[in-house]
């Protein structure tokens, strides 16, 4: 082995495990209220604007937001897994950074989501029996948890900015697999509704 790959090999072997200095300074009385801000007035956005359809003759399928919803839950889906498989490996720095990306994409896909509903006619589901039931399960959940995860996110990436990464492992340990759960059934949901849009 040459000596510039031993010491190339040595750099990359101890930049792994080193702890991230915090991003943050931490204060969780502003956490908590900026946080509680910004999970009501999403949630609110979300509710409200659900109520509004705008008529309006974009000129093309005005389901390809659906589709692009599917395609970046597919991609945090990606994110969450290479994220957790980064911090288990005690690659701390591209953790972080894919998980930033993570709830980059997620804001992405909150603004899709929205237009989506505006523009288009909500659809019912056109399968029946088990498959039915199967489909309004995924759907509910899918559905409660995206609504009431966001807080949850936010406290868990916010106790790593703040380099609290005790009580950041214990909140990812909850926040982690339902955010998965949420990107993955967001795709079997478009998936199944799919061939019912008009």
Do not use: C
């Not at 190339?8 to 792994?16: D, E, L």
């Not at 701390?92 to 909150?110: D, N």
């Amino acid at each position: 082995m040459s000596e510039h790959h031993s010491s190339h090999h040595r750099r990359h072997r101890h930049s792994r495990g080193i702890v991230l200095k915090p991003a943050l300074k931490k204060n969780d009385r502003l956490a908590y209220v900026l946080i509680g801000i910004v999970s009501v007035v999403v949630f609110a956005a979300v509710v409200l604007l659900g109520q509004v359809k705008l008529d309006v003759n974009l000129g093309f399928d005005k389901h390809i937001f659906a589709r692009i919803n599917a395609l970046i839950n597919t991609f945090v889906a990606l994110l969450l897994l290479g994220a957790l498989w980064a911090a288990k490996d005690k690659r701390y720095e591209t953790h972080k950074k894919l998980m930033l990306w993570a709830i980059g994409l997620s804001v992405l896909f909150l603004v899709s989501y929205i237009a989506h509903h505006l523009l288009s006619e909500s659809t019912t589901y056109g399968g029946s029996g088990l498959v039915k039931l199967v489909y309004y399960f995924i759907l509910i959940t899918h559905i409660f948890l995206a609504g009431v995860m966001l807080p949850f996110i936010l406290f868990t990436a916010y106790r790593a900015l703040t380099g609290e990464y005790d009580k950041h492992r214990k909140l990812a340990r909850i926040t982690w697999p339902l955010w998965l759960y949420i990107a993955i059934t967001g795709v079997v949901v478009y998936l199944m509704i799919s061939p019912y849009y008009t």
